[in-house]
Antibody
Framework: EVQLVESGGGLIQPGGSLRLSCAASGFTVSNNYMSWVRQAPGKGLEWVSV???????YYADSVKGRFTISRDNSKNTVSLQMNSLRAEDTAVYYC?????????WGQGTLVTVSS | EIVLTQSPATLSLSPGERATLSCRASQSVSSYLHWYQQKPGQAPRLLIY???DRATGIPARFSGSGSGTDFTLTISSLEPEDFAIYYCQQRSNWPATFGQGTRLEIK
């Protein structure tokens, strides 16, 4: 059974850093495209970042230069390092498999950026 | 960036009725258009990929159609569990973008 479990969210002050993790089971992350998608409270969905099976990474313009996606093949996990956080980064962050379509999603982890 | 516009914003229907949701793209996305269902407090769930293919485990009452710029998600006969928010999404052009969602509520 495919499962994605995110962790690492929490309350952080503006300008701070946070690292999110996504533990995958039932498939191998290194063989798949893996994305992060976020949803601000009461708002719609926004794609954030993707890591291709070959290791290439891409970012939404809104996070480029501040966020870094990576994966640990030995642990079958994907991570999102978030630096220089802003109030507008407040959202539930979902880990999802894929990039053209997202066929499996984690339950999400809430990141709140506030002083 | 391709903008996806969903209509209506809110759709009020009764169980057993037919639901028709629309998604219009600002430029052609070919058939690279996908639909998701999201219930309160839950992650989105893939319903339809590539405009018309049902994802694994999705009931046959859900169907998708369209190509180019105009797409439709149809729910043939609404079940109580179908009342939720529906999003369309494209990845024909970078970056992947989502529509703003259609809320399907019980009338």
């Amino acid at each position: 059974e495919v499962q994605l479990v995110e962790s690492g969210g929490g309350l952080i002050q503006p300008g701070g850093s946070l690292r999110l993790s996504c533990a995958a089971s039932g498939f191998t992350v290194s063989n798949n495209y893996m994305s992060w998608v976020r949803q601000a409270p009461g708002k719609g969905l926004e794609w954030v970042s993707v890591i291709y099976s070959g290791g290439t990474t891409y970012y939404a313009d809104s996070v480029k230069g501040r966020f870094t996606i990576s994966r640990d093949n030995s642990k079958n996990t994907v991570s999102l390092q978030m630096n220089s956080l802003r109030a507008e980064d407040t959202a539930v962050y979902y880990c999802a498999r894929g990039y053209s379509d997202f066929d499996f999603w984690g339950q999400g982890t809430l990141v709140t950026v506030s002083s | 960036e391709i903008v996806l516009t969903q209509s209506p914003a809110t759709l009020s229907l009764s169980p057993g009725e037919r639901a028709t949701l629309s998604c219009r793209a600002s430029q052609s996305v070919s058939s690279y258009l996908h639909w998701y269902q999201q219930k309160p407090g839950q992650a989105p769930r893939l319903l339809i990929y590539d405009a018309s293919d049902r994802a694994t485990g999705i009931p046959a009452r859900f169907s998708g159609s369209g190509s180019g710029t105009d797409f439709t998600l149809t729910i043939s006969s609404l079940e109580p569990e179908d009342f939720a928010i529906y999003y369309c999404q494209q990845r024909s052009n970078w970056p992947a973008t989502f529509g703003q969602g259609t809320r399907l509520e019980i009338k």
